[in-house]
């Protein structure tokens, strides 16, 4: 079957690092999403990686890893706005987003 | 990145009535649309999926007679709850993608059915 795993909760520090990880199983893969939800909104779109390595953007970077079927969300210099929920999504050989529950992460001063 | 804009953001009805929710790609030609539902505190679930021009194709377990899904062409798609009831009350939301790229989200639709 297909499964996506991410931790469900996590905690850091204002101005810190944090990396939430997740792993996918699909039927093929055609990419890894990141998507951001704040609470009561509609998620937007941080990042795509359809190929190994990793790519920055700003204070967030995403990493994967097709052969270990993984990837991880990195933010650095945490800021209060960043407390969100953080949806990892891997596209399938049908374009189909397979989504995972969600970590939501809590940012303390 | 791409902008979908999805209409209304907030909608209150009466049980029994029915209501569509807008999704339009403002600036692109969306060959795919997803339309999904979220209850609180819960992952986004995709309800169905539709192509221009064709009929959605709707995940197992959500009734296409009360979901009507229309994708009339490359910028719009319709979501229509038919015989909304207080069960139906949730956040909708809609994605646009092209052909290979990654999907766009709309700003979501608060459903509350009294």
């Known amino acids: 079957g297909q499964n996506i795993d991410q931790p469900t909760e996590m905690t850091a520090t204002e101005g810190a690092i944090v990396q939430i990880n997740c792993t996918y199983q699909?039927?093929?893969?055609?990419?890894l999403f990141w998507y951001q939800q704040h609470a009561g909104e509609a998620p937007t779109f941080l990042s795509y990686?359809?190929l190994d390595g990793l790519e920055e953007k700003g204070r967030f970077s995403s990493f994967l890893s097709r052969s270990k079927g993984y990837s991880y969300l990195l933010l650095k210099e945490l800021q209060m706005k960043d407390s969100a929920s953080y949806l990892c999504?891997?596209?399938?050989?049908?374009?189909?987003?397979?989504w995972g529950a969600g970590t939501k992460l809590i940012i303390k001063p | 990145g791409a902008v979908v804009s999805q209409h209304p953001s907030r909608v209150i009805c009466k049980s029994g009535t029915s209501v569509k929710i807008e999704c339009r790609s403002l600036?692109?030609?969306?060959?795919?649309m997803f339309w999904y539902r979220q209850f609180p505190k819960q992952s986004l679930m995709l309800m169905a999926t539709?192509?221009?021009?064709?009929?959605?194709?709707?995940e197992q377990g959500v009734e296409k007679d009360k979901f009507l899904i229309n994708h009339a062409s490359l910028t719009l798609s319709t979501l229509t709850v038919t015989s909304a009831h207080p069960e139906d009350s949730s956040f909708y939301i809609c994605?646009?993608?092209?052909?290979?790229?990654?999907?766009?989200f709309g700003q979501g639709t608060r459903l509350t059915v009294v």
């Open positions: 994605s646009a993608r092209r052909i290979e790229a990654e999907a766009f």
């Open positions: 699909t039927s093929g893969f055609n990419g």
């Open positions: 539709s192509n221009e021009g064709s009929k959605a194709t709707y």
């Open positions: 999504a891997a596209m399938d050989s049908n374009y189909q987003l397979i």
């Open positions: 600036d692109f030609q969306a060959t795919t």
């Open positions: 990686n359809v």
